[in-house]
């Protein structure tokens, strides 16, 4: 088999990444990041599941329709490919070809378990009416559909001689894309290696014309390592997400893959076509709107990756900046050190700073940009792109408003009862004052938020961060919140239905105000969600990002 040295990346972080409890996005949010993945020179989207719910069905088919088609203005630009996953059995598949058909370029995924143990106690199937399904599934597929991906679910634990068998029926019934999981993160590099070279020397029908493809999970933190040794074996794509966020300890991650084929070139001599410049806001936005923070030291985005505390490290990079970095921050789209704008600074020099930062704001937008800069300049010395970075989320990359934050004051300390009085627009236009106490000023900001509001919630998890250094630095927070009632998704896998949970994210030099707005903004996620389902008629962000 002739191996490319492309490696095509497929994207899962609105399937895998968005299914797994606790990720949920709206429809609006996903289209931002499938916009944004497009932009980054993703191959493949994987954009959901659509057989989960007729909004998820929705969501992809708002995908295919946005994302993955050439726009009138640029007709013969290239776009990915969208590809939905469906279960094998012919609803499922119906559905996704229903979401992804109008796709310049679709693809139907179906999966099937082939470990003893999924097949036993999951599937209760007989081997060989596994096998006759697979042949039957992806013939039902391909008749719908040219390009067909298969997978068989757990194949880390697999029998390799039944894995063959069941990958040439997947062939010869017209598969294109063999993808082979490690869908509870239990292989080894060498193992994974010797699984992905046996299927490739041992399945018949194996041909030039298809892409063994790696999707492996971090349970035993090897996911990255694991998807590097299933390339050199010879897979040609790699199934990732953002962060590496997904089930349980999650998938491999993007800019993992991506960064080592890039940084190790001489050994792996592999390349892919992500604008790894623009990993950075990619991995923002997903986490702005999961609510899932990034942990400091995770590799390439962790907010510690490029940072050098220590002092010896420091005299290194001050004498070299190879002494201990292997990447450069700005390969990954990290500027972190960039002092940019100050309080003089005028509309122009904001403007063409976001435009080389990657956005391109109307009129209206820049102008809401620039009042928050003003503001923001008023109270803090120096604005770094980190900074503006926070500042355009905040305003841009949340949901429509239904509740909006007009007021807020607080008292604290030691003397007294915290207390908070909060001054919301509703959807009528109409103003509500509400005073609360609590056991701080956020508990008593978001108690008065909850006696406006009346939406019923569990906050899961509450997190803030400074964003630069200073005692004036922006504070961020980022919280996730799970309603009362409705709302249930359901896993591919698993078969689990589970409640949706919302991420809001808020960031303001004042911790209790950039508080406030994270849950505002995940309360009015939960609200359109509840009364118009996910899918919310209009977003707040409709400004565009320039490739990078
Ligand atoms: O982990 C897994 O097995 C999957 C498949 C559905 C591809 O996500
Ligand atoms: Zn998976």
Redesign the pocket.
């Known amino acids: 088999m002739i191996k490319s040295n492309y490696v095509k990346i497929f994207d899962t972080t609105l399937r895998?990444g968005e299914q797994s409890p606790g990720a949920t996005m709206t429809s609006a949010e996903k289209l931002e990041v499938a916009r944004s993945l497009a932009r980054m020179g993703v191959d493949v989207i994987e954009a959901g599941f659509p057989a989960a719910s007729p909004d998820d069905l929705e969501a992809v088919r708002r995908i295919a329709l946005e994302v993955g088609r050439p726009t009138p203005d640029d007709p013969e630009a290239e776009v990915p490919v969208i590809t939905g996953?469906a279960r094998a059995n012919k609803s499922d598949i119906d559905k996704a070809w229903q979401a992804v058909q109008e796709a310049a370029r679709p693809r139907i995924h179906t999966?099937i378990a082939t470990s003893p143990i999924h097949m036993k106690y999951k599937l209760k199937m007989d081997p060989e009416d596994v096998i006759q399904r697979v042949s039957e599934m992806v013939g039902y597929a391909r008749s719908l559909c040219a390009d067909v991906e298969f997978?068989p679910?757990?194949a880390g634990r697999s029998e390799p001689e039944f894995l063959y068998v069941v990958l040439g029926e997947a062939i010869k019934a017209g598969a294109t894309t063999l993808?082979i999981?490690d869908?509870v993160g239990y292989t080894t590099p060498d193992e994974f290696f010797a699984l992905i070279e046996g299927i490739i020397r041992n399945t018949p029908g194996m041909h030039e014309g298809i892409t063994i493809s790696v999707?492996c999970?971090d349970d035993l933190g090897m996911a990255t390592a694991n998807t590097l040794a299933g390339i050199r074996a010879g897979a040609r794509q790699a199934e990732v997400t953002i962060n590496g966020i997904g089930e349980r300890a999650g998938n491999t991650s993007l800019e993992e893959v991506v960064m080592t084929l890039k940084t190790r070139k001489p050994i792996f001599g592999l390349e892919t076509g992500i604008q790894t410049p623009q990993i950075a806001r990619v991995s923002k936005l997903v986490s702005n709107y999961t609510g899932i923070v990034v942990q400091p030291n995770k590799a390439i985005v962790g907010a510690n990756a490029f940072a050098h505390e220590a002092g010896i490290h420091q005299d290194g990079m001050l004498k070299h900046q190879t002494t201990y970095e292997i990447m450069r921050p700005e390969d990954v789209g990290v500027n972190q050190s960039k002092l940019v704008l100050g309080k003089h600074s005028g509309r122009h020099a904001l403007r063409s700073r976001l435009a080389e930062m990657g956005h391109s704001l109307d009129e209206n937008e820049l102008d809401k940009a620039f009042a928050r800069f003003k503001e923001l300049a008023d109270r803090k010395k120096v604005i770094t792109d980190l900074d503006l970075e926070a500042v355009i989320a905040d305003e841009f990359y949340r949901p429509r408003d239904v509740y909006y934050l007009d007021g807020l004051q607080v008292t604290c300390g030691t003397i007294g009862m915290p207390t908070a009085t909060v001054r919301l627009k509703g959807p009528d236009g109409k103003v509500h004052v509400q005073a609360a106490m609590g056991s701080g000023p956020v508990d008593a900001a978001y108690k008065a938020i909850d006696a406006i509001v009346k939406m019923p919630n569990t906050l899961l998890e509450f997190n803030i961060h400074a964003i630069t250094e200073g005692i004036d630095a922006l504070g961020e927070v980022t919280v996730r919140i799970q309603g009362e009632n409705g709302l249930h998704t359901m896993d591919?896998?698993s078969e689990l239905v589970y409640q949706r949970v919302f991420g809001g994210h808020g960031a303001d030099t004042d911790i209790v105000v950039a508080s406030t707005k994270a849950y505002l903004n995940a309360l009015n996620k939960l609200i359109i969600a509840q009364t118009e389902g996910l899918e919310p008629a209009h977003a707040n962000h409709t400004h565009g990002v320039m490739l990078g």
């Open positions: 895998d996953l999966f997978s679910e757990d993808n999981p869908t999707h999970h591919a896998q």
